[in-house]
């Protein structure tokens, strides 16, 4: 999509993030080397989580919980069940979500709310508890995506720009919150040990509309790989949520990005070396190393995502918009957003800088 196309679309004219008070990057390390029996898996363990590229993740947890002092919610004789979880989930999304909603500067004549939240369920939803504290109206439109994973904050902003291009004044409040630290699961396996150490709380706010300066949504990109859907899944057990994300994820995703359908998908018809602006899901280290190297793009094309990976750590659906956020302040005139999730699939969008019109 040309700079040209793109001046008409709906564009995000503000964003914001927030993060919890508890960074729990260096306790999480400590507790999961405990788990892991002998010597020898101890130091691969280490030696690999070095490598991860994550140096803050950021918790809902008060001290005691973070530091998983005994009695506390993951210090027990037996984990907390995935009720004890929701109820922990229900009191601090919401909590988590008005956070970086009160950073947007206006949020006057709000049309519609699109809310992601993939760790958590509670009725009434989020949608509703966000949209009765900001006092949004009762003929406000809500729309709740859930349990997408980490791709639902393209899929939220994607609908937003749908949302808006049906009505032109539509003012669309989309919000993504994740509380990944109550799914904490007691394995003693480094492979899970390891996924699990990715994932952190964080939310985000954008209001998307159709006039002022901003990113402009473009074509959406979506891709299901063939013979995937064990590669990444999303299971609810007796002990909350429990995340399955293969070693092989990388590799398939390199390979993908390599073929020159995917590649034209996502550059648009265009030269990738044209795209300015890359917002990439943050999924990890190696799904960013997947990326550079499957569409052989320069070292620093990534460097916002590498930047939230390194922060904030994975926090789902939230993490892409925090790239998008660096993006705001870039102003790309030609950019593209992925984001990787279950199955294992690819969902992102074209954007780019617009002027007010």
């Not at 040209?4 to 260096?26: C, F, K, N, W, Y």
């Amino acid at each position: 999509m040309t700079e040209h196309a793109l001046s008409g679309e709906p564009r995000i004219t503000a964003i914001a993030t927030a993060v919890p008070a508890q960074d729990v990057a260096e306790t999480y390390r400590r507790w999961a080397r405990r788990q892991i029996p002998g010597e020898r898996e101890g130091a691969i363990f280490e030696r690999m989580a070095e490598r991860s590229g994550i140096t803050h993740r950021w918790s809902i947890f008060d001290e005691a919980d973070a530091r998983l002092e005994p009695g506390s919610f993951y210090a027990r004789e037996k984990p907390p069940g995935t009720a004890e979880r929701m109820e922990l989930y229900a009191r601090s999304a919401p909590e988590l979500a008005l956070s970086a909603i009160r950073k947007l500067p206006d949020l006057s004549g709000v049309t519609h709310l699109v809310v992601a939240s993939c760790t958590g369920f509670v009725a009434p939803g989020i949608d509703q508890i966000i949209a009765r504290e900001l006092d949004l109206g009762r003929d406000v439109e809500r729309t709740l995506i859930g349990f997408m994973g980490c791709y639902a904050g393209a899929i939220a902003l994607r609908t937003a720009r749908h949302l808006a291009r049906s009505d032109d004044e539509a003012r669309v409040l989309v919000v993504t919150v994740e509380i990944a630290s109550v799914h904490l699961q007691p394995v003693a396996e480094i492979e899970p040990l390891l996924a699990m150490m990715q994932f952190a709380d964080g939310a985000a706010a954008a209001i998307v509309e159709n006039r002022g300066d901003g990113l402009a949504l473009g074509e959406s990109i979506a891709l299901a790989l063939d013979d995937s859907a064990g590669l990444i899944t999303w299971n609810i057990v007796d002990t909350g949520f429990a995340m399955h994300l293969s070693g092989e994820v990388p590799g398939r995703l390199a390979d993908a990005l390599e073929s020159a359908e995917v590649r034209e998908a996502i550059s648009g018809g265009r030269d990738l070396a044209a795209i300015d602006g890359w917002a990439v899901h943050a999924g990890g280290r190696s799904i960013l190393d997947a990326v550079t190297r499957g569409l052989s793009l320069p070292d620093d094309a990534l460097d916002a995502s590498r930047d939230v990976l390194r922060e904030n750590g994975n926090m789902s659906s939230s993490t892409l918009l925090f790239a998008m956020a660096t993006m705001m302040q870039r102003r790309p005139q030609r950019g593209v957003a992925l984001a990787f999730g279950p199955g294992l699939a690819m969902e992102g969008f074209h954007f780019g800088w617009v002027d007010a019109g």
